[in-house]
């Protein structure tokens, strides 16, 4: 079955609702049993770990199985959890598979709350964290300790887009026996499927592409077989919980990711390649753009890119770049993204990142290019140039002081 098959069947069963397209949203926290004997079987069948089995709310009901059927099966992984956000499902697969004594890899482009978590929780808990350049490769061999346990990976790097040799830093933490943790969500579960390319666990800041409306936080886990009962044990133990009303929303936008997702791809190149052609841009960092330095490995383990990409402005003038984004009204100023609407935002790499490998001058921002028709964000784009220019003219221009009398 292709990909928006499956995204418009995967997780479906209108014959269990009355024949209704969408499955519906339950509500609850006691789930009733009929007797003391179907009780026993509920409990039974949980224990036993079958797909959907629930004795109380707080693990789910049937609006929460549609959306983990449907994502481990598009995503290609064992089973999927759903959190209540994409941090909470970062968080808590890491605390997963991590104890007192272990030592973690993570990259220095990965999302800044991760990292936050790994330095400001984990290692109060006795966790030893590493940050290692997302360029490593099978170069990772060498930061690799005997009480490794997880080598995370973020690909392309939040904010900074490097892209990562996954396969080969997953052949390193296999043979020295860790594990591999990926933020996919970038990727999404359309364009770099995971498990095929040693991934582990799979994390998805649902919130973006999957909800795809800016309507709700959420975060899902997807997993290997043999991973899968640690980070269903700790959930549980973790108390995490997700809104049925908010996987509803989640399950909407997943029927139609494959076609939003199609044109985020093709505005977003558009719009990337419109500006690289622009003489106040130094660098645009996307990685379908044959520029970019990660291209080929873009191109041999992904199928398509988002709407999401960082540009460089030649300007270094703070003032310059507020005029800018100010005259700029299609691209709302603020996080988050995936949505349909397109989106800017200031960043400074060197105050998330190392910055190791950061050799521009100028001032970078970060865009979402949404579902707008590109000729309007063009014009948009156009009219924010001519307020920096004139915003750096003003600025070049003598000042007039007042002559003292
Ligand atoms: C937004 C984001 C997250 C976190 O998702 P939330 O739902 O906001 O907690 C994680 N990773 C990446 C790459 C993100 O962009």
């Known amino acids: 079955m292709q990909e928006n098959t499956q995204l418009v069947t995967a997780g479906r069963h209108p014959e269990r609702f009355g024949g209704v397209v969408n499955t519906p949203i339950f509500r609850g926290s006691t789930i009733l049993a009929g007797s003391m004997d179907e009780w026993e079987r509920m409990k039974r069948a949980r224990a036993a770990d079958e797909f ?15 959306l983990q059927e449907a994502v481990a099966q598009i995503e290609g992984g064992y089973r999927s959890l759903v959190y209540p956000s994409g941090l909470a499902a970062i968080s808590t697969a890491l605390t997963a598979l991590l104890a007192a004594g272990d030592h973690v890899l993570v990259p220095d482009c990965a999302y800044s709350p991760t990292r936050s978590f790994l330095k400001n929780v984990l290692s109060r808990y006795g966790v030893e964290v590493d940050v290692y350049d997302p360029l490593v490769g099978v170069g990772i061999d060498a930061l690799m300790k005997s009480n490794t346990r997880v080598v995370f990976v973020e690909s392309p790097g939040s904010e900074t887009f490097e892209i990562q040799d996954i396969p080969a830093i997953a052949a390193v933490a296999h043979a020295r026996g860790a594990l591999v943790v990926m ?15 040693g991934v582990d666990v799979s994390i998805q800041a649902a919130t973006k592409y999957i909800v795809g409306h800016s309507d709700a936080l959420m975060g899902i886990v997807t997993c ?23 996987i509803y929303l989640a399950l909407r936008g997943l029927r139609t990711m494959g076609v939003r997702l199609a044109r985020h791809h093709e505005s977003g190149l558009a719009v990337a390649s419109w500006l690289e052609r622009r003489a106040e ?26 709407g999401l990409f960082t540009m460089v402005l030649r300007t270094a003038s703070v003032p310059a770049m ?9 691209f709302g100023i603020g996080v988050s993204w995936g949505g349909y609407e397109s989106l800017v935002i200031p960043f400074t790499p060197g105050a998330s990142h190392t910055g190791a490998r950061w050799p521009w001058k100028g001032l970078a921002l970060r865009l979402h290019v949404g579902l707008e028709d590109v000729p309007d964000l063009l014009a948009d784009l156009e009219r924010g140039f001519a307020a920096l220019q004139a915003a750096e003219r003003s600025a070049a221009a003598p000042a007039k002081h007042p002559v003292a009398a």
């Open 52 to 66: 959907g089995a629930t004795t109380y709310g707080r693990y789910g009901a049937a609006t929460h199985h549609a």
């Open 183 to 197: 933020d996919n969500t970038w990727g999404t579960p359309l364009f770099f499927k995971p498990f095929k390319h």
């Open 224 to 246: 290997t077989r043999e991973v899968w009962p640690k980070i269903k044990a700790t959930s549980s133990d973790m108390g995490q919980t997700t809104s049925p009303d908010d």
């Open 281 to 306: 841009v130094e660098a645009v960092l996307h990685p379908a753009l044959p520029s970019h330095p990660g291209h080929a490995l873009w191109k041999r383990d992904f199928t398509g890119a988002c």
């Open 322 to 330: 507020h005029a800018f984004v100010d005259a700029l009204e299609h």
